[in-house]
């Protein structure tokens, strides 16, 4: 999977911060039930390979993505789980590497033109705006439409269910990501009913036809 297929599943990829392995796959079960396809697990907690281990085995159509992953040994360890895919909240040389030998999709953030820069540098084209909402949000994406016509973003960060919209819109942003879709309260909670229901919305919003 390359990063512009993994970019089109959702219009919104759910950040999900799990620590009770057990919880990995009812939650994933939840997302896959309300048509939503992919799940970002953050690596948090002590059980997060585990958690993508055992979605990847159990649930196969859904494509298990590692997040925060900020070293090259989480990005190896992420892929040996069986993550298809590795997000990171910022670029450095030393995961690029890693994901690069590897053959890995990654997601890494960028918060500035530099950061960007720095991306086309590596030869990449699509990046996590991190943390958005912060990082200039909507605004800051509509101006790095200009020197950056080719670049595809996906926004993370402070973006809650009201504000998928604004975001949505942009012709730069091919989908968005955010914890509100499946919070650690919901999966506290074995709430799976509202992380069902969450999914459902995200999943009449429109197509993330921009990369395909
Ligand atoms: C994160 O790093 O937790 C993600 O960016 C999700 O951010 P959010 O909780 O603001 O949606």
Redesign the pocket.
């Known amino acids: 999977m390359n990063v512009h297929q993994l970019l089109s599943i959702s219009p919104v990829v759910p950040?999900v911060?799990i620590r009770d392995a057990h919880q990995a796959v009812p939650v994933a079960r939840a997302l896959q039930d309300g048509g939503v396809r992919v799940i970002e697990v953050?690596l948090r907690t002590g059980s997060s390979l585990e958690c993508i281990e055992r979605i990847a085995r159990e649930l196969p159509s859904m494509t298990v993505l590692a997040?925060?992953v900020c070293h090259a040994t989480q990005v190896r360890e992420s892929l040996a789980a069986g993550a298809a895919g590795i997000v990171s909240?910022g670029l450095t040389e030393a995961i690029a590497t890693a994901v690069d030998t590897a053959g890995a999709a990654w997601l890494p953030g960028v918060a500035t033109a530099s950061d960007i820069m720095r991306g086309l540098a590596l030869g990449l084209d699509s990046f996590k705006l991190?943390?958005a909402s912060i990082a200039g949000g909507p605004e800051a994406l509509r101006a790095f439409a200009g020197p950056f016509p080719g670049v595809r973003f996906c926004p993370?960060?402070?973006?809650?269910r009201a504000a998928v919209a604004r975001y949505l819109e942009l012709g730069n942003v091919a989908c968005v990501?955010?914890?509100?879709v499946a919070t650690e309260k919901m999966i506290d909670a074995g709430d799976w009913e509202a992380i069902r229901a969450n999914a459902e919305f995200v999943a009449t919003l429109r197509a993330a036809e921009k990369c395909q």
């Not at 993370?156 to 809650?160: A, L, S």
Request: proline share 12%; no cysteine; glycine share 30%.
């Open positions: 950040v911060t953050t997040g925060t909240p991190f943390p993370t960060g402070g973006i809650d990501g955010g914890s509100w």
